[in-house]
Structure formats: structure tokens, C-alpha cells
């Protein structure tokens, strides 16, 4: 029967309200405040109680019963004072059901509410003025509302025939209107499902996790995670709730499916797991005040702040938070692959007699190994029971050696086992000769070690056998630069080296991919790129903890002496030839006796090549390119050919471009603009894009202070990534400024549309000339240097500048670090230029929201400037221009920003500036190497 009275929860004064606004000229218009009231009263005491610290699933059931309490206010005033039916027909019966996230009773604040209007048979004129009453009132209150009008027989086909529909249905319960109406649909439904063969549902369940995977990203481990659709997210509990709610349809939330499918252990694991990503999503909601799902970078401070961490040591607390939340997405993987072995266990026990031993024999179960335990069931590596591990523990190493091997998944039957015996990894066994010989076979001479580890890393395996991998599991950075966390961008670059090694990557990695056949013990580099980030947050900084970390891994593991020094000073060194190459002049030959002295000999020189490719790649999509590879094979071949005793000859910059010093030459110097062009048949002007990443611009104007700050500024309006800048001069004058320009994508800036070439060329003679702003002269439709984004706006980024006196012989190496922002190359060139100095050559860099600048100087006679005083003003003056770049406060209506100090812990321990690098900075840690070119000023995301 229908509501007669008010709902029981229903206060007096509220109830009177929504009598008086049934009775107003404009019933909707009056209600509506009245309902919002409520709403916004029973969501208050949901925050409360998440303030007070109440689980995640808890303050989501309060969420949805402050939902529960309006709409049920709303059905009883629309059904007994606006369309009252004192006694209605049969076909006027209609009920209200929740179905859906709501049918289970959880919202976030900015949930959708699903909602399922159900009669017995055609609508009538009642049924149809209920329903959209209810539903226009609800749009009045800015809900996002999903609904559905059906007769129960409807209801019941599409139930059946949708695996959608199914789904949200297995989650219905009644909310208002007749109950009896709703309890027999229920009962008929239920009866429908468990009758129902359950396989194609469960089969319709996964194939949606894999597409949502694949759309949302199909790596668990990217460091802004989709919370709600991401891999590990909510909707993967979900999913195992449904397969739960679909084999037990009676049973409260599948409680009995999950009894049977899940151990009692893996059940407080799901409940956590639940708690949690609830608690996490619903603080998402109340921050933004919107739906949000991705856990931004400018989202993840505020969160773990209200979510009560704090900072240990030299590891933030955004960090700690966050590296909670990729050890629960773990646990969710862990799960799934749990109950699809118990489902599989299942389907089996139904198979009986012939039917399953045919099967079996079809699967291939059965099939002899020449490991004893292990066996193939239905296409992946299982075991024949859980005490394979009891009898040998070094079977939990060739179980993945036999994976690798035949190419073949872990069965969920085999991770399972092989979690459950995670306490057997002692430290007897992490020394057993036997179980590292495993080990080392996967790493470097496996097929597939990134995805053979990556199973090891989930499992648990791999952290609990290597405690020096175990550290950074989940571990993250509070950067803009990785993409991913420290143990999956690791597993990455070392299944990088395999595809090098492989040939897959020869025309992204040309010269790697021809060296790495001449390095004599890969097994070395292997160990090399798999530790080389496990320095990470130590308090001796990356570099030096990582190098402790590695020889003790490696003493374990049994490698020789010789060997464990060099994995040693590979881990210690691996920044050095990305920062060589990236941050300093490679034609220059102090730079590149440097280098040679650092490497020692070419044997080091290959494998540090190699490692550096594999790690810039691994950092995320994107980030390498055909210009970073450029930099490291120019410096690979000047410091080779140091080794042989051979020379390099570097042409004079102006002797590069004659044509265009001519031209300025005999127009008096004032501006020319020279870019890259090839004439094709017709005659037409096109840029020489083949096997060039950079479009070249050249500059001949006469020399003046600010010359190239003017040029880099133009070059930002422009929308042009510098991503390498010389400067040279003549005698008279003239000088000479050539850019390496991108564009946004990462290719020769106007290849893709060459007429923002001819605009740059003419900003860029404007400039030259300095000519002011706003004439004729200046081209229309300038690029509009870019506002900071609210996930950069998440950075506090603390200024470092160094001044290196002894770097080169013939200049002063300023390298300068901080926020980036638009035009922050310009504003540096020019403070560098009203200190009376000229630029020789500019490196910039950025990585993520950070921009890392070098410059060489010398004074305005091109002499090495020595005057201490001057250059300790000139620090100071640079670090100003650094603070500016950090950002302002928000501006009104804007919500706040928690700024985290990323410190020095993001920028790398430099070549040869990293031994006089003040002992409290380099304490902090460092960075992985090359980032993306910057709009002079302006990062491209990492």
C-alpha cells in the first residue's frame, strides 16, 4: 500500500512545510526549498561524521539516507496531497525502487541518484502525473537523476536480457510508494537470476572491467588515478560485488557468494579495500563540490590532509597517503584474481564425469612439467596444490622462471598460493643460490621480465625477496614529471632494455639498440635499471642511499665483487649523462672531458647509454623524444671518440649559416630570420622535418643587452618550446642566436602548420629590432602566454641557484631550478643581461612543474667573469625571479590551493656542480632524468 501517513523519520515542522507548498498557486517552485532543506541537513550530518573520522562506507550509507529522507518526503506529498488515489486500482499502484550504487545504499555527495519507477501493467493517467512530478522536482533540486518507467513484465525482460540492467536490478530495494508491489517484483526477479545460468553474466562483467580499464588506463599504477573507474578503483569491488549479488541473489549484498569465494582474510581485505576508496571519493566530492573521480595532483594534499596523515621524515605526507592508496589498488587486483579462481573452481565441480575430463584434457591440465608441483590448466601456469611452496620455498622463484619460459599468465589458483606463502621468504631463502640464480634468470635472461615481474610485484613476492624493492612499492612522487610510481616506472624501463635488446625499439632508439649487443655482462645492467630507484626518499639522497641499497642487494644475491661495484656506480651514477647531455654544452670540450673522466671507460659509457634511454622512456608517455635522443648521441659520440683519442671538429656557429650573417651583413646588421626550409617541386617553402626533432631558427641582428631574452619572450608568445639555444658574435657586432623550437606535441614547431612559421619569423625580427609592442610591425595573433593550471597550482617549488666558476675554462655555468611559468626563460635572460653579461649558450629542460635552466656566461669583452661579489648579486637577483614564479594566491571565488614544498627532492644531483652542492639540499633527494622542452618558461606535462 502507499504511504498514508508521513514517512516515520519526517519532523513535524517539515512535514507542515510541504503540506503548505502542496496547497501553493506553484507547487514545484514552493517544494523545492523545502526538500533542499532536508537534503542539505542530512548530507551536514553526513560531513560531520567524516570530519569526526567515521570509515568511508558508513558516512556513504548516511549520504544516501539523507537522499532517502527527501525522496520519500517528496513520493508522500506528491502521491497523498497532489495526486491523492484514497483507493486506488490495481493499475494504479506504482512503487519507487533505488537500484544501482543508490540501491545499495552509498553515495558520494555528488552521486547520481538511479531511481526505477515500477507499476503492475500500462501506465495510467496517475502513474504517468506521479512520475513526472517526482522527476521535475528533482531536476528543480540540481539532482543528477537516472530513472527508468516500467511495468514489473518489463522490468523482468529487460532484466533478463540486459546484463546492464541486471546489474543495477540486483541492487534494487524498495524506497516508497507500494511496498508489496515492489517486494513481488523483487522475489520474481531474484527467482529469474538464480534460475538463470550465471556464466554469461560473469562473462559480461569482466569484459566491462577490461573496457573500462582500457578506456580510464589499463596501468594501475599512474600517479592521478581514476578512484571511482580506474584499475583498483571502486568500480572493480563493484564488479566482484555484482558477480557476488548474481550467484546469490537472496542473499544481502552477496554476502554468501562471498563467503564461498573469498577467505575470511581476503574478505576484511575487500571491506578495507571498500572503506577506504568510499572514504577517499566522498573528501574528492566535498573538496570540489562536484562529481570528480580522478585524484588529482592538486586534489591529493587537501585529501590526505583531511584523511589525517602526516609527513614522516624526509617523505610527505601527500606521499605516504599515496602510497596507501596504490597498496589498496594492489589488494583489489589481488581480490580479483582470488574469486576468478574460485569461479573457475566452480565451474569445474559443475563439469562432472566426462564432461570435465574432457575439458581438462582440452585446457591442457595435467601436462608434465620438469618443475615437480606445477602443471597448465586451461592455458596458464597453475599448481597442483597449495603445498608445493611448503615442501620447496624456491619454488616460488622457478614458478615464475617456468611462466617465463613457456609464456605463460599465473593461474589465480597459483597467486593465490603463492600470497599465502609469502611468509616462507626468509632470509635464508633471499640467499639460497638456488633461488637466486631464479631470480637473476628472469631479470636478464627472460623473455618478458616486465610482465613476469610485475605478476612477482603484485603478488608480494618480489618485495618480500628483494627488501630493498620492497621500500618502494607504491611509493610515489609529488611531482608533475612521473607518470607513474617509482616500482612500475622501474618495471617499465626494464622491460624497455628487453625491447632494446629485442629490436623493437631501433627507430626510437637507434644507437642504443646497436650498442647494447656490444655490452659484455647485461646481466649487470639489468640489476642496474631494476635498483636504480631504490635510493628514493633515503636520507642521503637518491644517489647515495640507492648505491648502499644496491651493493647490499647484490651481496645477497651472490654477484662477485667486481660486478657489485659496477651496479654500484651505475645506481650512483645514472643521472650523470641525461644532465651532461641535457643541462650542458656537449660541443664544448671541458663538458665533454668531464664526462669521459666520470665514465672512466667505454664499457660504463654503453651501459649508462642504455640505462638512460630505457629510464627517461619509462617515465611516462611522452616524455622521451627524438631531440633527448639526439643530445645523448651527440655526447655518446664526442666522449667515444675522446676514448679513442680522436677529435670532434665543431664548426664556428657563424660559419654555419653564412647566407644569413651575409644578409645581415649587408643590411647593416639591423634583424634577419633565417628557419630550416627545403624547396620542393612547386617551389614552395617547406620544413626540413626529416630526421630533425627540432625546427633550427637562426637570428642575425646586431648585438644589444637583452638581445636573447626579447628573442626567447617572442619565441613564448609564439607558443615555441626551446628546447636548445646557442649564441654566437662577431667582431663588428653581430650576433648570432640560433633556438631548436617545438611545438606542443613534441615536433619541429611548424610542421604541422607551417604558416605559424611566418608569423614567428616576423615576431622574431620585431623583436630583434626592438620594436615596441603594438606596431604594424608586430604580427597579429600572437600566441596568449597561458594561465597556471589548478594541478600545477598544487606545487610549492623552492628556488636553487648554483654558479659554477670551474666547470669550463672559458665561461661561468649558472644552472637555476624552480616553479616554471610562462615566460620565465625571458625574465632570466634578462636579469642575466642587466648584470652586464652576455649568454653564450642556453639548456633548458623542465620536469613536470618544475623548470631547470643552465646558462653560460661570460662578461660583455667575452671573458670568464671571476668577481665573486657580482656573481653572488646576480644569485640573488635570478632566485627573485624564481619566487615569482611560485604561485600567487587564489583570486576570488576560487577554491584554495594546499601547497606541498617539493624542495630539492625533484631536481637531479648535477655532474660536475653535484660535489659542491650544499650538504642540506642534497640531502633531499633527486629526480629522474629529462623532462620535456619548455614555451621558453611554459612545461609541456610530464
Excluded at 622512456?617 to 680522436?646: I, M
Amino acid at each position: 500500500m502507499p504511504f498514508e501517513a508521513p514517512p516515520a523519520d519526517l519532523d513535524d515542522a517539515t512535514a507542515a512545510a510541504l503540506e503548505a507548498a502542496a496547497d501553493a498557486a506553484n507547487p514545484r517552485a514552493a517544494m523545492a526549498p523545502v526538500l533542499s532543506e532536508l537534503l542539505s541537513a542530512g548530507r551536514a550530518r553526513a560531513a560531520q561524521r567524516l570530519a569526526q573520522g567515521a570509515g568511508g562506507v558508513d558516512v556513504a550509507r548516511l549520504y544516501a539516507r539523507a537522499a532517502d529522507q527527501m525522496v520519500q518526503a517528496l513520493w508522500w506529498v506528491t502521491t497523498e496531497h497532489l495526486f491523492p488515489a484514497p483507493n486506488p486500482t490495481d493499475a494504479q499502484r506504482l512503487a519507487l525502487l533505488a537500484v544501482g550504487g543508490y540501491g545499495r545504499g552509498v553515495l558520494a555527495p555528488h552521486s547520481d541518484l538511479d531511481l526505477m519507477f515500477l507499476r503492475p501493467w500500462k501506465s495510467t493517467s496517475r502513474t504517468e502525473q506521479v512520475t513526472e512530478f517526482v522527476l521535475y522536482v528533482l531536476w528543480d533540486l540540481g539532482l543528477k537523476i537516472g530513472s527508468t518507467s516500467r511495468s514489473m513484465d518489463e522490468a523482468l525482460s529487460v532484466g533478463k536480457a540486459d546484463m546492464t540492467v541486471r546489474t543495477a536490478l540486483l541492487e534494487a530495494r524498495p524506497l516508497a510508494g507500494d511496498v508489496d508491489l515492489a517486494e513481488a517484483f523483487l522475489t520474481r526477479f531474484r527467482q529469474q537470476v538464480s534460475k538463470a545460468d550465471p556464466r554469461p553474466f560473469i562473462a559480461a562483467k569482466l569484459a566491462e572491467r577490461e573496457t573500462r580499464h582500457q578506456k580510464v588506463g589499463a596501468i594501475r599504477y599512474r600517479v592521478e588515478p581514476n578512484v571511482k573507474d580506474g584499475k583498483g578503483g571502486l568500480r572493480d569491488l563493484n564488479c566482484l560485488f555484482w558477480i557476488a549479488r548474481g550467484l546469490a541473489p537472496d542473499s544481502p549484498l552477496g554476502e554468501a557468494a562471498l563467503e564461498d569465494l573469498l577467505t575470511r582474510r581476503e574478505r576484511r581485505l575487500f571491506a578495507e579495500a571498500f572503506d577506504f576508496l568510499w572514504q577517499v571519493r566522498i573528501h574528492m566530492h566535498r573538496i570540489t563540490d562536484r562529481p570528480v573521480e580522478a585524484l588529482t595532483f592538486d586534489l591529493q594534499p587537501e585529501v590526505a590532509r583531511r584523511m589525517g596523515w602526516r609527513g614522516r621524515g624526509d617523505e610527505p605526507a601527500v606521499e605516504r597517503f599515496m602510497r596507501r592508496y596504490f597498496l589498496v589498488a594492489r589488494d583489489v587486483g589481488a581480490l580479483t584474481r582470488a574469486m576468478s579462481a574460485q569461479l573457475e573452481a566452480r565451474e569445474q565441480k559443475k563439469a562432472g564425469g566426462l564432461v570435465r575430463g574432457l575439458s581438462r584434457l582440452w585446457s591442457g591440465r595435467g601436462k608434465p612439467l620438469d618443475t615437480p608441483g606445477f602443471l597448465i590448466d586451461r592455458g596458464r601456469l597453475s599448481v597442483t596444490g597449495p603445498e608445493v611452496f611448503d615442501e620447496d620455498p624456491v619454488r616460488l622463484l622457478t614458478l615464475f622462471v617456468e611462466a617465463d619460459r613457456l609464456d605463460l599468465d599465473l593461474h589465480p589458483d597459483a597467486f593465490a598460493a603463492v600470497t599465502r606463502s609469502l611468509p616462507r621468504i626468509t632470509p635464508r631463502l633471499r640467499r639460497d643460490p638456488e633461488a637466486s640464480r631464479a631470480f637473476l634468470t628472469i631479470l636478464a635472461n627472460g623473455k618478458r621480465p616486465y610482465r613476469v615481474l610485475g605478476i612477482m610485484n603484485e603478488t608480494g613476492l618480489l618485495g618480500r625477496f628483494l627488501p630493498e624493492w620492497g621500500r618502494i612499492v607504491g611509493q610515489t612522487q609529488f611531482n608533475m614529471y612521473h607518470a607513474y610510481t617509482v616500482d612500475e616506472h622501474t618495471l617499465q624501463a626494464v622491460g624497455i632494455i628487453n625491447d632494446i635488446k629485442r629490436g623493437k625499439l631501433k627507430d626510437d632508439h637507434p644507437l642504443a639498440s646497436e650498442i647494447i649487443h656490444r655490452i659484455t655482462d647485461p646481466e649487470v645492467l639489468m640489476l642496474a635499471m631494476l635498483l636504480h630507484d631504490v635510493g628514493k626518499g633515503g636520507d642521503r639522497g637518491q644517489l647515495e642511499d640507492g648505491a648502499i641499497a644496491a651493493r647490499r642487494a647484490c651481496e645477497r644475491l651472490g654477484v662477485d665483487s667486481r660486478r657489485i661495484e659496477l651496479v654500484t656506480w651505475l645506481v650512483r651514477h645514472h643521472l650523470a649523462l641525461s644532465d651532461y647531455a641535457q643541462k650542458r654544452d656537449v660541443t664544448d670540450p671541458d663538458t665533454v672531458r668531464a664526462c669521459a673522466d666520470l665514465m672512466g671507460d667505454p664499457e660504463r659509457l654503453r651501459m649508462l647509454l642504455v640505462l638512460t634511454a630505457a629510464d627517461i622512456r619509462a617515465v611516462g608517455p611522452g616524455v622521451w623524444n627524438n631531440w633527448k635522443g639526439q643530445l645523448l648521441r651527440d655526447l655518446y659520440r664526442r666522449v667515444l671518440a675522446l676514448f679513442k683519442g680522436e677529435t670532434v671538429d665543431e664548426p664556428d656557429p657563424l660559419e654555419a649559416h653564412p647566407e644569413l650573417v651575409a644578409r645581415a651583413r649587408e643590411s647593416g646588421a639591423a634583424a634577419d630570420v633565417m628557419v630550416d626550409w627545403d624547396t620542393d617541386p612547386s617551389a614552395e617553402r617547406q620544413l626540413k622535418a626529416v630526421g630533425r626533432p627540432t625546427t633550427r631558427v637562426a637570428v642575425a641582428a646586431t648585438d644589444r643587452p637583452g638581445l636573447f631574452a626579447a628573442l626567447a619572450q617572442a619565441l613564448a608568445r609564439a607558443g615555441a618550446d626551446i628546447v636548445g639555444a646557442r649564441v654566437a658574435t662577431a667582431p663588428e657586432g653581430l650576433a648570432l642566436d640560433v633556438f631548436e623550437v617545438q611545438d606542443g606535441a613534441g615536433l619541429p614547431y611548424g610542421q604541422a602548420e607551417p604558416r605559424r612559421l611566418e608569423r614567428l619569423v616576423r615576431s622574431l625580427e620585431a623583436a630583434a629590432r626592438a620594436v615596441p609592442e603594438g606596431t604594424p610591425d608586430v604580427p597579429e595573433g600572437e600566441t596568449v602566454l597561458p594561465s597556471v593550471s589548478a594541478r600545477r597550482a598544487a606545487f610549492d617549488v623552492r628556488p636553487v641557484v648554483m654558479i659554477d666558476r670551474e666547470a669550463v675554462s672559458h665561461a661561468v655555468v649558472i644552472e637555476v631550478s624552480g616553479a616554471d611559468r610562462p615566460g620565465l626563460l625571458a625574465e632570466l635572460a634578462a636579469a642575466i643581461a642587466a648584470e652586464g653579461l652576455s649568454l653564450r649558450s642556453a639548456h633548458v629542460a623542465s620536469f613536470g612543474e618544475r623548470a631547470v635552466d643552465a646558462f653560460y656566461v661570460t662578461d660583455a669583452n667575452g671573458r670568464k667573469p671571476m668577481r665573486k661579489d657580482r656573481l653572488e648579486r646576480l644569485a640573488r637577483t635570478l632566485e627573485a625571479v624564481l619566487d615569482r614564479a611560485r604561485l600567487p594566491e587564489p583570486s576570488p571565488g576560487q577554491r584554495p590551493i594546499i601547497p606541498v614544498r617539493a624542495s630539492v627532492r625533484d631536481v637531479s644531483d648535477l655532474g660536475p656542480l653535484s660535489a659542491r652542492r650544499p650538504a642540506a639540499e642534497a640531502r633531499k633527494g633527486s629526480r629522474s632524468p629529462n623532462g620535456p622542452g619548455r614555451t621558453a618558461g611554459r612545461t609541456r606535462p610530464g
